[in-house]
């Protein structure tokens, strides 16, 4: 193995040896600063397409951002006098968020300028009814080109929709305490035994939508767990087969916002994922329609005969971050009446239901506190929320 | 461990001589104690009318770090250093830290010197280093003073990096001066979270080969490499290898030193989040002729170097100082973040690092822009003369430096930046010319520095820096010090964005024309050769000329008692 690789560093090096003859001709995008012959008079303008995907293309300048209809957005110029470097840059007034696009060129075009989905550049999602402001600065001059207060009316719903070959399902956005009865995370377990136990929808701090999830509160029992919330009834991702039976455990990634503060320790969040293996259930459908009855849970006897699977992740670090974790990392819950009973195999159709739980862990009987948002499963690789 | 000198020395000096001794269990002290107090106020045209902005504090704390040594026997020995660190104001141990600051076991096994958890490791300025930063090299002792201070805070020694792991080193005594040695190191810069990030591993090494007493060749290898866990965010690899050809000689009336360095660096970084992979490879070279006239006391020296536009090397190019971090002195101004002044660049213990990063870290071209990650800068061609005097010489020491550079290959086109900088300064002894017991000195020292580029994306950049310092023993073991820094840019130029990759995907232009005055004046009682007590004032006054009222005065008097033993 040893020798393997210094054969693959001694021939990496003599390849870059000789791709010194042939490496690229500048490094970085073009650069094109503007001439003091630059006509500054420059008309800028945000459109969204209108037609839908496969017809021509038919657009329209918008007035507001709507990324729920349409998915493709774009800036447009008036024909420059000359080549210049520019960049535009989309920044939400509320949510925070920020998305950049670059070129050289002389003019702003759909091919030099689209923007899919209206994903952003950095941790933040844009808001529904913010305000927004495009800014467009060219290399070389003072001035900038401003719309200001373009208002969005809706965003992009990942819910359902594919991508890239990559299948989503939005878990719950955190944006009500009582989402609705077919999809999001209603039920909130606080540990009675603990101090100053919180659990809920609050919107002092989002990365996405309207609110977050806080959780919050003092391990007083020493037993670890402070708080959660989960599907009220363990059944809700089978009402509507929201996860296809056969994903690879190494291709399905459960996907959530933490925020974290390094100078609380012991904070971690659990995630859990429910699996109906009730083996009266023969078919996908047989599981579907047990979902649909309303007053139908997963009972405490179905628990103890599945699977449950927990991912634990400790939150030391500061801000915002997506957390991706493949269901291949999970590890089999080990309580026999809420999981710990099934064949321990993992299978993707079978999940029906998910909790997030506050732990104090490492180390019990801490105060911790943390936010959460948008929690999703994606299906055939990791999440493409953001701007490459 | 330093490798800048020989290995095979090193080891057949140091290793076999001790490893055919027998010694008995010996335990020894030593360590720094250390007492800084602060009073700094806040002035200036930019916070006249800032009834919110605090604009006088006092800080400062007591440190104490002692230094157990352990000698068994030859086989093993032990260092640990105790750190006892509590900030001024508080008082009966309440907010007082105690922390081991390092710690490393060693020792040699029938030759084989090995060491053991908190490491020093460098070996070439193309694979690792820690380069200085740049500055006339002839500044006064009050500044230096200063920076001494946040250099050992910051784990600086010389130009090797501090780093956790292993490392050994073998030589073989071919005889007739000749002889060949092995060192080989592995270390671990971050560690894994058992989810989304790996561990990483630093390895490397060095086999050196003594020709006889004047040719020695040398192969270098070093490697960043990611342990692949299954649902890691990232794999990166970075390999770099170098090999080098010295030659010295002594003849008459003369000391000739040859010195060449060449190789290549290759990097793969996959992001698997975006399921994109980078990779590239690139090569160094770099050629340093130096004729030492010994009658004279002068030193002649000439160099080349070129190093490629992807040139990755992260542990010769990781920078010690932050330009991005904000200083927590005055950390906030009108409701904004203090900017760093140049007086935060060797003040401030939050300006400097003393990690490896993988990506090339930010800079300000104002301050350095022709080697800001050191030789190992990418993109960079460069000639450069200079002369300075040799130890020889008591009553004074001078040096004369010229470098011209332009870049390999053009950033956002083909234009190309080119960058002349000129440093130059002395030191005068002048107690040694009087022939006087008492240490009267005079130093001053200028770097200027002019960046230029044409073109569509048109660079024009200069900038200056001025030393001067005083220091007169005034009474036995009382010295007065004095010292001025002057600094000034002016012109405009364009920062690169780097990508996940290291990659350049963006350019941000800005114009700039500031200019900072720092003076300093104040005494210093040398207890002993290493117990001293000092108190100066020291004002800095900043201004950026592109912003009204832009004035900013930090004044500070500053006490500092240091006592090693």
């Known amino acids: ?388 | 461990m330093n490798y800048k000198k020989s290995i095979i020395y090193s080891a057949l000096s140091l290793g076999l001589t001790i490893s055919g001794v027998a010694q008995s269990p010996q335990y020894s002290l030593n360590g720094l104690g250390r007492s800084i107090i602060s009073n700094n106020n806040l002035s200036g045209a930019s916070v006249k009318d800032a009834t919110a902005t605090q604009k006088a504090n006092i800080s400062g704390y007591n440190l104490f770090d002692l230094q157990t040594n352990l000698d068994v026997d030859s086989v093993f020995n032990a260092v640990a250093i105790f750190r006892t660190r509590s900030p001024f104001g508080t008082s009966f141990g309440s907010k007082t830290d105690f922390e081991f600051r390092q710690f490393s076991m060693g020792g040699n096994v029938n030759g084989l010197r090995y060491q053991l958890g908190d490491i020093r490791v460098e070996l070439t300025p193309y694979t690792v280093f820690n380069a200085d930063l740049a500055g006339t090299g002839f500044e006064s002792d009050l500044f230096s003073e200063r920076r001494e201070i946040l250099e050992y805070e910051n784990f600086n020694d010389g130009n090797t990096w501090l780093l956790q792991g292993v490392s050994g080193q073998y030589a073989w005594n071919l005889g007739e001066e000749s002889g060949l040695g092995l060192y080989a190191f592995t270390t671990r810069t971050a560690s894994t979270n058992e989810l989304s990030t790996p561990d990483r591993l630093l390895s490397g090494g060095r086999l050196e080969y003594a020709l006889d007493k004047y040719i020695t060749l040398g192969l270098n290898e070093v490697s960043l490499y990611d342990i692949a866990i299954a649902s890691a965010e990232f794999d990166y690899n970075n390999n770099v290898v170098t090999g080098d050809f010295t030659y010295n000689r002594e003849t008459e009336g003369a000391l000739v030193g040859f010195k060449a360095e060449f190789g290549g660096s290759s990097y793969s970084y996959t992001d698997n989040v975006n399921d994109s992979t980078e990779s590239y490879s690139d090569m160094t070279m770099d050629v340093d002729f130096d004729y030492t006239l010994k009658n004279q006391g002068l030193k002649l020296g000439f160099d080349f170097r070129r190093v490629g536009a992807t040139f990755a090397s992260p542990t010769a190019q990781s920078r010690r100082y932050v330009s991005s971090a904000n200083p927590m002195l005055f950390s906030e101004v009108k409701g904004s973040v203090r900017g760093q002044q140049y007086f935060d660049q060797f003040t401030s213990e939050e300006v400097y690092n003393n990690s490896i990063s993988t990506s090339l870290m930010a800079f300000n071209q104002y301050y350095n822009n022709l080697n800001p990650y050191g030789d190992a800068t990418p993109n960079r061609m460069v000639f450069g003369l200079d002369a300075a005097t040799d130890t020889s010489i008591t009553a004074f020491e001078a040096g004369l430096a010229l470098n011209y550079g332009m870049e390999i290959i053009g950033e956002g086109g083909s234009d190309l930046r080119s960058f002349m900088v000129a440093k130059g300064g002395g030191l005068i002894h002048i107690g040694n010319l009087l022939e006087t017991n008492r240490l009267i000195d005079a130093n001053a020292g200028v770097r200027f520095e002019n960046t230029a580029r044409s073109g569509s994306a048109d660079v024009a950049l200069s900038s200056l820096l001025i030393d001067f310092g005083l220091s007169g023993e005034i009474a036995k073991k009382v010295d007065l010090l004095a010292g001025v820094k002057y600094f000034q840019a002016s012109g405009n130029e364009f920062i690169a964005n780097r990508d996940g990759f290291n990659l350049v995907d963006g350019f941000t232009g800005y114009d700039i024309d500031v200019n900072e005055f720092i003076y300093s004046v104040g005494a210093r009682i040398r207890f002993s050769e290493k117990q001293t007590f000092s108190l100066n004032y020291n004002m800095a006054s900043f201004t950026d000329n592109n912003i009204d009222n832009s004035q900013l005065n930090i004044g500070q008097l500053f006490f500092n008692f240091t006592g090693k033993f």
């Open chain 1, 1 to 388: 193995m040893k020798l393997n690789r210094i054969k693959t560093i001694l021939s990496s090096v003599i390849l870059g040896g000789l791709m010194v003859s042939c490496g690229p001709d500048k490094v970085g995008p073009d650069l094109k600063g503007a001439s003091s012959s630059f006509n500054k008079n420059v008309s800028f303008s945000f459109n969204h397409v209108t037609s839908d995907p496969g017809e021509d293309v038919e657009t329209e300048t918008a007035e507001k951002i709507n990324f729920s209809n349409n998915d493709e957005g774009f800036f447009t110029s008036n024909k420059f006098n000359e080549e210049v470097s520019w960049t535009i840059t989309a920044s939400g007034y509320g949510s925070g968020a920020v998305a950049q696009f670059s070129g050289t060129s002389d003019k702003i075009t759909y091919d030099n300028s689209l923007w899919l989905y209206g994903r952003s550049s950095n941790v933040f999602f844009f808001q529904k009814k913010e305000f927004v402001k495009f800014e467009l600065d060219i290399v070389g001059l003072d001035t900038t080109y401003i719309i200001d207060s373009v208002s969005v009316s809706k965003v992009r719903s990942w819910h359902k929709k594919e991508v890239n070959n990559i299948g989503y399902v939005v878990i719950d956005a955190f944006d009500s305490d009582a989402p609705s009865a077919t999809s999001g995370m209603s039920a909130t377990g606080p540990d009675h035994n603990d101090q100053d136990v919180m659990v809920s929808v609050t919107e002092l701090n989002k990365v996405e939508g309207v609110s977050s999830l806080y959780l919050t509160g003092t391990d007083l029992n020493n037993n670890g767990w402070v708080g959660g919330r989960n599907h009220e009834r363990l059944l809700e991702l089978h009402e509507g087969l929201l996860i296809d039976s056969g994903i690879d455990e190494d291709e399905l990634f459960f996907n959530i916002f933490i925020h974290g503060d390094s100078e609380i320790g012991n904070t971690t969040i659990e995630i859990k994922s429910y699996e109906n293996e009730d083996t009266t259930f023969k078919t996908r459908a047989d599981l579907k329609a047990y979902a649909a009855e309303e007053t139908n849970t997963l009972t405490s006897a179905q628990q103890s005969s599945s699977d449950g699977w927990i991912y634990d992740i400790i939150v030391n670090w500061d801000g915002w971050k997506m957390v991706s974790v493949p269901y291949s990392k999970f590890r089999a819950a080990n309580d026999p009446k809420t999981g710990a009973g099934g064949d321990r195999i993992k299978e993707s159709g079978k999940i029906c239901a998910i909790s997030v739980n506050l732990l104090s862990y490492p180390t019990s009987g801490s105060e911790v506190s943390t936010y959460v948002d948008f929690m999703s499963i994606t299906m055939g690789g990791r999440p493409q929320f953001k701007l490459k």
